[in-house]
Structures are given as C-alpha cells and as structure tokens.
Nanobody
Framework: QVRLVESGGGLVQPGGSLNLSCAASGFTLGYYAIGWFRQAPGKGREGVSCIQTTDGKTVYANSVKGRFTISKDNAKNTVYLQMNSLEPEDTGVYYC?????????????WGQGTLVTVST
C-alpha cells in the first residue's frame, strides 16, 4: 500500500526556517518523482518543488527559488523540503505526492499534509 506521511510543519516567524519531511512506504522512492505542493487559506493547491529520484533533477516554483531546497534520502525512503527565509505568503498546508517517473506537476498518491504558519 502506497503511503506518504508529511511532518515538520509548525509556526515560525518571518525570516525563519523549517524542514519538512515526506516519509514514503509501500514503494521505493527510486522509481518515482516526488513533489511538494501547498494550499494557502482560501486558495487552490499549487506546486512548490519536485525531485526526480531517478536522476536527481529538481524543479522549483519561481516564488520559492533560492529559498527552498528539495532533497532525498533513498536509504530512509524520505524526501525533504528545507525552507529558509520564510514569508507570510508561504503559509499553508504542505503536501507531498508521487508524480510518476518524472516531475509533471500532477500528483498521484498524496499524504495528509502538514500545516506551516509564518506569522509574528
């Protein structure tokens, strides 16, 4: 059974950092691209970043380039999203999802999400 579990969200002040984790089970990361998506209050879900575990290629939304870094640990079957210089606009529920073999912006299996709140 494919399962994704996000963790690491919380409340942080503007300019702060968080490191989100996406633990995968029921499948091997090496055969899937994994994406991070977020949904801000009252808005639709948007793609934030993606990593192709076959070749390590990474993709970032323009709004997070230079601030967020996606990485993977195949041994732990886990994908991470290091978020630095956080802004209030980064507030939302963050989800990880499988995207097939390549980053496509389309999620398949989804985790339950972790809430990130950037506020003073």
């Amino acid at each position: 059974q494919v399962r994704l579990v996000e963790s690491g969200g919380g409340l942080v002040q503007p300019g702060g950092s968080l490191n989100l984790s996406c633990a995968a089970s029921g499948f091997t990361l090496g055969y899937y691209a994994i994406g991070w998506f977020r949904q801000a209050p009252g808005k639709g879900r948007e793609g934030v970043s993606c990593i192709q575990t076959t070749d390590g290629k990474t993709v970032y939304a323009n709004s997070v380039k230079g601030r967020f870094t996606i990485s993977k640990d195949n041994a732990k079957n886990t994908v991470y999203l290091q978020m630095n210089s956080l802004e209030p606009e980064d507030t939302g529920v963050y989800y990880c999802a499988t995207e097939g073999l390549y980053c496509s912006g389309v999620g398949g299996a989804w985790g339950q999400g972790t809430l990130v709140t950037v506020s003073t």
